[in-house]
């Protein structure tokens, strides 16, 4: 396996596990309305965007070339960025959310 790889594989799965809690705690504070499609795609955008730094220390620590380096990082994120459109496309089409009763004294 290339260093490439190497640097790859332990960023993304950093990535996937980190991007778990990102996730749950990013619907605790609002919910994601869109189904099942909307909540894969920002499950998928928490991920790519935490996979990122992990793959950028892990490939200076290899030996990465600077432009490997670079070049996959922003490949990383327009792949995080597509999944975010997906998602939004989908939140849009959703049905509002209800509304939460407003206290007053």
Known sequence: ??????????????????GVKIARDSRAKESVRGGALAVAFHYLACAGMSTTIPFIITGIVVGL???????????????????????AIDERNAPPAEAKPVLTD
Not at 1 to 18: E, K, N, R
Not at 65 to 87: D, R
């Open 1 to 18: 396996m290339s260093d490439w790889q190497t640097a790859l594989l332990i960023g993304a799965a950093i990535g996937l596990l980190v």
């Open 65 to 87: 070339p600077f432009l490997k380096l670079f070049g996959t990082a922003v490949g990383i994120l327009a792949v995080t960025f597509a999944c975010l459109l997906v998602y």
